[in-house]
């Protein structure tokens, strides 16, 4: 298993304020598989997305990634997840002062043992993969919606991580470009045997997963598995 | 290797983050340059001052100097007996010994006849005193009978002294004493003396009727060749009465130059100006820092969520003051030295730009904005990855 989470509760705030988020989610991911999360807003999908990534501290259960348990765990073993992991935001997140190029670069920037050519080289794979070979040099304010998007496909796939997290990428593309964007990651990820989990309302790309898992309330609802 | 990737990558992303958007680089750059030209100003002017204090004992030809214990700085100097220097020749390593009288007096301007204070040096020509060639040849003609050189450095009010000499206008008063200009020489001004002019020392007690021979300013010492100075000092010392002080070449432009420093309050001024300046810097520097961390934290959230570690963002702050400091120091250091040479024409005071004073304030700029970059990390903790998605 690349992801299990085990009996994971988590509440925001402290005291007589304490909102619980999640309550005994029970999720375990195979190497390789592509699982959307849908569920309605506040059913605490986003919440379970940033700790499995390692960018929030759970201190309830047991979340297992790639062999690393991050319930309790310190900053450094955090940083290892992140490392492996590459993220798709909502928004693109592209750093605006840096071209599509670059922004690709910042990911395999982290891996100190390329060299600045093949580091260039990959960016431009990555990219070429995505169909941007002629956007490379633009920066984000350039690019339409759905560019943007594929640029951040492709800065999470160059470092060929061992898992994606995507929430609501195509939340701000229109209907093709969203299909696209999502085509396209799949198409990435089978390649490189990449697992994926999706958070998304979007019902139009269901298609892609090979499962998809419900969420509401703070709790694993369905398990609905694609033929 | 490793230092190099620490801070290449930050260093770099915090260039490109810099350079994005010119016209805000551009007022931060402007920011650290004000700074800079205003310490260099302030530590141009100081050094200048101090420069000028010294411009005349720096010519002085001699090993030993007797000044009087009361006197707080040659401008204003307390007398003492000549008899006094005269004791310093019973000592066998002493070569020769000369009076120094000096005073300050009206001079009328040639063309305006406007009177104005300058500095009266009198000394025996013969004993070339200062060191300077365009006295020195000139000795002859300043033993005739009210006769001076005058200081071709002086400032403009004195009126166009050498053109005037050239038409044969040269007399003029001094201390309103009729006195015929031979000539010039360059010896600079001081923040005590608008001008100066040379004579001898007959000439000097002519202009000074209420002053007598015996009682002199300066005392100079000149000593065998090849003795040790500083052992001679002490024995002489040791003969001299305690109300003369003795000093050494060094030691005396040192006393001139701590009168400015510290008895004048004219050091802490200037010494004041470079803090304020520095300071206005920081603030400026920590606002544009602060600001951009503002500006960039869901950047550096971003890549903070991808697998960077916090001290890379700091680096990439300290980077950026480091850019700012180097990018304001440049235009800065061009820009002061045109307006040192502006000063100078000004003042008539020399302000060199030095190595050593542009390497200082590059010091002082580079402090300063590291200071603002330790102030503005603070800003990063902002930036939290987990609210990203």
Not at chain 1, 119 to 130: E, G, K, T
Not at chain 1, 174 to 196: F, W, Y
Not at chain 2, 129 to 141: G, H, Q, W
Request: proline share 4%; charged share 20%.
């Amino acid at each position: 298993m690349v992801i299990d989470v085990h009996n994971l509760n988590f509440s925001f705030g402290s005291g007589s304020l304490t909102q619980p988020v999640l309550k005994g989610i029970d999720l375990a991911i195979r190497k390789g598989e592509i699982v959307l999360m849908t569920g309605p807003s506040g059913s605490g999908k986003t919440t379970l997305l940033t700790i499995i990534g390692g960018l929030r501290q759970a201190s309830n259960g047991s979340v297992v990634i790639l062999g690393e348990q991050l319930v309790n765990s310190n900053e450094q073993t955090k940083v290892k997840i992140r490392r492996q992991t590459g993220y798709i935001f909502q928004q693109h997140n592209l750093l605006k002062s840096l071209t599509a190029l670059q922004n690709v670069c910042m990911t395999l920037e982290l891996q100190r043992d390329l060299t600045e050519s093949e580091r260039q080289y990959r960016a431009q794979q990555i990219l070429a993969a995505v169909g941007l070979e002629d956007r490379m040099h633009y920066f984000p304010e350039a690019l339409s919606g759905g560019q943007r998007q594929r640029v951040s496909i492709a800065r999470a796939l160059a470092g060929r991580p061992k898992i994606i997290l995507a929430d609501e990428p195509t939340a701000s593309l229109d209907r093709q470009s969203g299909h696209d964007a999502v085509e396209i990651l799949k198409q990435l990820a089978k390649e490189l045997n990449t697992t994926i989990l999706l958070v998304t309302h979007d019902y139009r790309i269901l298609d892609i997963a090979d499962r998809v898992v419900e969420l509401e309330d703070g709790l694993v609802k369905a398990v609905e598995h694609q033929e | 290797m490793s230092i190099v990737n620490t801070w290449f990558f930050p260093t770099r992303l915090a260039w490109r983050q810099l350079i994005h958007d010119r016209l805000k680089l551009a007022a931060a750059t402007s920011g650290v340059l004000f700074a800079c030209v205003l310490v260099f100003m302030q530590l141009g002017f100081k050094d200048a001052l101090y420069a000028s204090a010294a411009s005349m004992p720096l010519k002085f030809d001699g090993d030993l100097f007797l000044i009087h214990q009361q006197s707080e700085a040659m401008w204003r100097p307390a007398q003492f007996e000549r008899s006094e220097l005269m004791r310093a020749l019973g000592h066998p390593a002493v070569a020769e010994v000369a009076p120094l009288y000096l005073s300050l007096a009206t001079f009328k301007a040639l063309d305006t006849q406007v009177k104005r204070t300058l500095m009266v040096y009198g000394y025996d020509p013969d004993t070339d005193l200062l060191n300077v060639d365009a006295i020195k040849t000139r000795k002859r003609e300043l033993r005739v009978k009210d006769t001076v050189l005058f200081d071709e450095y002086s400032r403009p009010e004195f009126g166009p002294v050498s053109n005037m000499l050239e038409a044969g206008q040269n007399r003029t008063e001094v201390n309103d004493y009729k006195v015929t200009i031979l000539g010039v020489f360059q010896l600079g001004i001081s923040f005590a003396a608008d001008g100066n002019i040379v004579t001898s020392d007959l000439n000097f007690l002519r202009i000074f009727p209420n002053r007598n021979a015996e009682e002199i300013d300066v005392g100079v010492i000149r000593l065998q060749p090849g003795v040790f100075i500083p052992e001679i000092k002490e024995e002489l010392r040791a003969h001299l009465n305690d109300f003369v002080k003795i000093y050494t070449y060094e030691e005396v432009l040192k006393h001139e130059r701590l009168y400015w420093e510290n008895a004048a309050p004219i050091g802490f001024i200037f010494n004041f100006g470079t803090i304020m300046g520095l300071i206005v810097g920081m603030v400026i520097v920590y606002q544009i820092l602060f600001t951009e961390i503002n500006n960039y934290r869901f950047e550096f959230a971003t890549l903070k969520a991808m697998g960077y570690p916090h001290s890379y963002f700091i680096r990439m702050v300290f980077a950026s003051a480091f850019i700012l400091a180097i990018l304001g120091f440049v235009p800065g250091l061009a820009l002061s030295s045109s307006l040192y040479n502006l000063a100078e024409s000004q003042i008539f005071i020399p302000m060199p730009m030095t190595f050593e004073k542009a390497f200082t304030v590059f010091v002082f700029i580079l402090f300063m904005c590291t200071t603002a970059g330790f102030l503005a990390i603070h800003r990063l903790d902002s930036a939290n990855p987990a609210d990203m998605f």
